[in-house]
């Protein structure tokens, strides 16, 4: 008999693609490369692997803590609310599925619009939130997006969207489809007012998302290894009824297809976009401190969004 | 069961089969009598089926493979129809159509999906079935550049199941055409009046449907998704699909409620495939009086009429505190 038994499963590095979620708890595997992190290393490191690069999913609120000078930002329209125009049922009520996810992430939609300061370029920055029924552009998420374009074109600022969504929200039906073209008329807007526009894609940026805003960019920036299509992996492996080759419908492959302008590691991307909107003559802001807007001043970390009226 | 007829209409079925047996006889009057008797009755049967169709026997009559395509209403309507191919960048797709032609007399552009309607097999393997790929909207694109630079309206006829599903699709930006046409047609300098005469497929009919009056056809529908594909992702059941047709609220009523289309195109009863000719003839009243009222606009206001039209959809579904 052995003096000691194994009770638990060891460690597999299992290479099983996972979803990439920062998990709770006090350490998490890489599914990258099966190293096992610190949350708080990771959190430090904007949720990548130290070892090897793999990028975690991180939420709206990270990313525009990522982005904005001293982690400070003005949201806008945050109470704006989906009324289930379809009255939309399926295995349940679409009005329940909003409601656990408001409950759950704190947010009324799949979108944050902030405005504030990115090394010194006053910008308006629109950041998906994955975990809000998948980052799907429904009424919401559309209005609010434009919103955020109206608002760029109204101040003359640059406008950064980065996405993190499966597409449209089929329970807003051909409403939601419809965000598409108005999303993207109000691009046509910006792009003629010569005012900048940088379309960010992260893991996953796909369907009606891809096939409007995310890919209009001035410059499409990726980051690396992220799933982006228009049409889901599946439907195109039932369409050709076979298998699909390995990194198809990733960054890289994208590049390399003329789709994507870079890949940019998350670490980089803030000054990444610093350099691009400096090219496009985005405006430092005045040097005078207090807070342009009136809404709601974000300060990142800060245990309740603290409230400016 | 005859191939023209749909599920829900096994009477009509039936009937045209006593028909068939009866004309096969030698001719009498009473025989032919009892012929146009029938004739009346499928009449009436169709009409009181018709009247109320459900969500999902909308969707069959919307892809009924003679429901007349593009160049159906084309050859009936218009003349001098001159076909233009290729977006000068890779290929000619023919799952979209372009070209120049008269309408009541004056030029004016068309782009539409042709699924192969009414053709044989090898039609629609020709159209590959209206599933566009990124050349097919960037084609429709230069087409309609050129209706822009010489100040002629456009025309777009929407049928089409989705854009292509495929790899060379992906390859080749399918994303990046939708969206760059959506971006394109908002602020296009001319007259665009869309006509959506048979399935709206999402982003794949989007992509050529951005203008100052869409014109929806009675029993076409028009989607964010298939009912297959929303039951199978939501219900985790195709199966489910009639259900998911009926919550996906993808009629011509419904997208008139909510502001989405303007304007519904009424269908000989029974569906268009039945009677192209009345069918054509019943779409030219409207395109005519549209076409006539978008002309008229001076540009600078029917650009914005058309950023604000598409500005207020979804509002409808907003709730601001």
């Keep these: ?193 010569k005012l900048p526009y940088i379309s960010v894609l992260t893991d996953p940026t796909t369907g009606g998302v891809t096939a409007s805003f995310a890919m209009l960019g001035d410059l499409n920036i990726a980051e690396p290894k992220a799933l982006i299509g228009f049409a889901g992996p599946r439907v195109i492996e039932q369409t050709i009824r076979q298998k699909l080759p390995e990194g198809f419908q990733r960054s890289e492959f994208l590049v390399d297809h003329g789709m994507i302008d870079l890949v940019i590691d998350r670490r980089e991307l803030k000054a990444a976009l610093a350099r691009a909107l400096r090219f496009m003559r985005a405006q430092p802001a005045p040097v005078e401190a207090g807070t342009p807007d009136a809404e709601i001043l974000v300060v990142a970390g800060a245990v309740e969004p603290e409230r400016q009226n | 069961m005859p191939s023209d007829t749909l599920e829900f209409e096994e009477p009509i079925a039936v009937l045209l089969k006593e028909i068939e047996a009866l004309s096969m006889m030698p001719q009498t009057d009473q025989r032919q009598q009892s012929i146009d008797g029938l004739y009346r009755r499928i009449e009436s049967i169709r009409g009181e089926i018709y009247k109320h169709l459900t969500p999902w026997q909308r969707v069959l009559v919307a892809r009924h493979s003679n429901r007349p395509s ?15 191919a290729g977006d000068r960048r890779f290929a000619d797709d023919h799952a979209i159509v372009a070209g120049f032609a008269r309408y009541k007399d004056e030029p004016v552009l068309i782009v539409g999906h042709h699924k192969g309607s009414g053709g044989d097999t090898k039609q629609k393997v020709f159209r590959n079935f209206g ?6 909207y960037r084609k429709a694109l230069r087409a309609m550049k050129l209706a822009e630079k010489f100040q002629r309206p456009v025309i777009a006829f929407i049928d089409t199941p989705a854009a292509y599903p495929g790899v060379e699709s992906e390859e080749r930006g399918i994303s990046e055409a939708i969206a760059f046409n959506l971006r394109e047609m908002a602020a296009l300098d001319t007259p665009i009046v869309v006509v959506v005469h048979g399935e709206g497929g999402s982003g794949g009919a989007l992509g050529i449907a951005i203008g100052d009056r869409i014109l929806m056809h009675e029993f076409s529908i028009y989607s964010v998704i298939p009912p297959e594909g929303c039951a199978a992702i939501l219900w985790r059941d195709s199966a489910r699909k009639v259900e998911a047709a009926k919550a996906l609220k993808l009629t011509a009523p419904d997208l008139l409620g909510f502001g989405i289309i303007d304007e519904i195109v009424p269908e000989p009863i029974g569906g268009a495939h039945t009677n192209h000719e009345l069918a054509a003839a019943l779409l030219d009243t409207a395109l005519e009086r549209t076409l006539a009222s978008v002309s008229a606009m001076d540009p600078v206001t029917r650009l914005e009429t058309r950023y604000q039209k598409f500005r207020a959809m979804g509002s409808v579904g907003i709730t601001e505190p």
């Excluded at chain 1, 950041?127 to 003359?156: C, H, L, Q």
């Design chain 1, 1 to 193: 008999m052995a003096w000691f038994k194994k009770t638990k499963k060891p460690l597999a590095s299992s290479t099983a693609e996972k979803p990439s979620r920062v998990p709770e708890g006090l350490m998490v595997k890489c599914p990258g490369c099966g190293q096992v992190i610190y949350n708080k290393d990771l959190e430090k490191n904007l949720a990548v692997c130290p070892k090897c690069a793999h990028h975690f999913r991180i939420g709206a609120a990270e990313r525009l803590a990522s982005l904005f000078d001293a982690g400070r930002w003005t949201e806008h329209f945050p109470d704006l609310t989906s009324n289930d125009p379809l009255k939309f049922t399926d295995t349940k009520p679409y009005r329940d599925r909003l409601r656990s996810s408001i409950k759950s992430t704190g947010l009324k939609d799949a979108v944050i619009i902030a405005t504030g300061r990115l090394d010194g370029l006053d910008v308006v920055i629109a950041a998906m939130e994955y975990s809000f029924i998948g980052g799907s552009m429904g009424v919401v998420v559309g209005e609010k997006i434009t919103r955020a374009i109206e608002i760029a074109v109204d101040r003359r600022q640059p406008v950064i969207i980065v996405s993190c969504s499966g597409g449209a929200r089929m329970m807003e039906g051909a409403l939601s489809l419809m965000q598409m073209a108005k999303v993207s008329a109000a691009l046509a807007r910006l792009d003629r007012a």
């Design chain 2, 70 to 84: 593009v160049l159906d209403y084309v050859n009936r309507l218009f003349t001098e129809f001159t076909e233009i």
């Design chain 2, 131 to 136: 599933y566009a790929k990124p050349e097919g």
